[in-house]
């Protein structure tokens, strides 16, 4: 008999303390700065590829509200209005404006931009942010499993970076899989168990 599976997993929260610093520690030192107001550039933009983590550290300093920003995600997506509005922010915040908090693909020569954008993205400080490496990931798997107050083995963490992708969003998704089926199923995640829900999965 199946459990009925209730709507009571902790929500999901972007935050910096809950970001997987991986090798982006300098990185989370200047946010941890611009969430204070301490930030003294008026443009930071961060690159990197899908999954790396980007948009979590966007979300976590727009949710933070202890500054004035300006967030834009996606940039190399802007269309020809939103970039003559980005364009506006970046020069109000060298005038002392809202820090203008951007990310994207790639780094700002490689954006198909217009000129003047591009080059005034560069203006600050810009880093790419590194996806994890397998000990970042095992520290994920290990604290999003925590959070949800579910037991998962080394065993079983071993398992799954060997058999789904390891990108950041994947790993969510897959999490977010285990602790409805485990629930649905009454059934500890053994690599078993696991298996059988990856089969399910797809």
Not at 34 to 49: D, K, M, N, S, T
Not at 58 to 77: F, I
Not at 111 to 128: C, I, K, N, T
Not at 188 to 194: G, K, R
Request: glycine share 6%; charged share 20%; net charge negative.
């Amino acid at each position: 008999m199946r459990q009925l599976v209730l709507e009571i997993a902790p929500e999901r929260t972007f935050s910096l303390a809950n970001f997987v610093v991986g090798t982006n520690q300098e990185l989370l030192t200047h946010l941890h700065a611009l969430a204070r107001g301490e930030f003294r550039e008026a443009v930071l933009y961060l690159w990197g590829c899908v999954g790396s983590g980007r948009s979590h550290l966007l979300h976590a300093l727009r949710e933070s509200g202890s500054t004035a920003l300006y967030v834009v995600d996606d940039v190399e997506t802007l269309d020809a209005e939103a970039q003559g509005a980005l364009f506006q922010a970046i020069n109000a915040a060298r005038e002392g404006g809202p820090t203008v908090l951007a990310a994207g693909l790639q780094p700002p020569a490689q954006l198909q931009l217009r000129d003047d954008v591009r080059s005034r993205l560069a203006w600050g400080l810009v880093y790419e942010v590194h996806a994890l490496d397998d000990a970042a990931r095992i520290t994920y798997l290990e604290q999003e499993a925590a959070r949800r107050s579910i037991h998962i083995s080394s065993d079983v963490i071993r398992y799954l970076l060997n058999h789904v992708r390891r990108d950041l969003p994947t790993l969510v998704a897959l999490m977010e899989h285990l602790d409805r089926y485990s629930l649905a199923q009454r059934r500890p995640l053994t690599i078993p168990f696991v298996r059988e829900a990856l089969e399910q999965m797809h």
